[in-house]
């Protein structure tokens, strides 16, 4: 059974379209994370979720809004995709997002952006 | 701000033999956590091992140690008896505790292990 699960793993796009990357996870976690790995392999926090609730809004563009509709599920809208966006995102979950509990990642969305 | 540093961008090691990874950290505070995560070419980050910063005692889990050297402000990874699956990025982390406790990486360490 996956954890941690994303979709699409990946995806091509051209500049300016509107795209979603979905994430689930059946651990029971409360906290749930986005991250974003540049092409240099630089893995930076864009945003966190605990129960529904918004934690960390780490400076991302406007253009990324996080979604999470139920606790188990936080998707990332991505609106007029620029060059600049394409990397690979990972989510991730926690129990209660303290830093004594594991992260369990999912597999990566790998984002390109033509 | 805190930051992560590492200063191998690409390591090699033969199977069997021991490797060292580093990592330093510039933080002012007191309570914080520090990580080594895997991420092996499937992409998929792994949890390595953990130290909590109060803990003097060196993290060890099973071939995974750590030195940590809370007064330089170092947090090395020691891989003994390597393993051609060992091959992957390894990524320095850290967090504070309290407040938004969030992870920032360093940029990895590319170790590869060769037969």
């Known amino acids: 059974d996956t954890a941690v699960s994303q979709t699409p793993k990946y995806l091509v796009t051209q500049m300016g379209n509107d795209k979603s990357i979905k994430c689930e996870q059946n651990?029971?976690?409360?906290?749930m994370y986005w991250y974003k790995q540049d092409s240099k392999k630089f893995l930076k926090i864009m945003f966190s979720y605990n129960n529904k609730e918004l934690i960390i809004n780490e400076t991302v563009p406007n253009r990324f809004s996080p979604k999470s509709p139920d606790k188990a599920h936080l998707n990332l809208h991505i609106n007029s995709l620029e060059l600049g966006d394409s990397a690979v995102y990972f989510c991730?979950?926690?129990?209660?997002?303290?830093?004594?509990?594991?992260?369990?990642f999912g597999p990566g969305t790998r984002l390109l952006v033509l | 701000a805190q930051t992560v540093t590492q200063s191998q961008p690409e390591m090699s090691v033969q199977e069997a033999e021991t490797v060292t990874l580093s990592c330093t950290y510039d933080t002012s505070e007191n309570n914080y956590y520090l990580f080594w995560y895997k991420q092996p070419p499937s992409r998929q980050m792994i949890l390595v091992i953990r130290q909590e910063a109060y803990k003097q005692q060196n993290a060890t889990e099973n071939r995974f140690s750590v030195n940590f050297q809370k007064a330089a402000k170092s947090f090395s990874l020691k891989i003994s008896d390597s393993q051609l699956g060992d091959t992957a990025m390894y990524f320095c982390a850290f967090g504070t505790q309290g407040g938004s406790e969030k992870l920032v990486f360093g940029k990895g360490t590319k170790l590869t292990v060769n037969p």
């Open positions: 651990l029971g976690h409360d906290t």
């Open positions: 991730a979950s926690s129990r209660l997002g303290r830093l004594q509990e594991t992260q369990y």
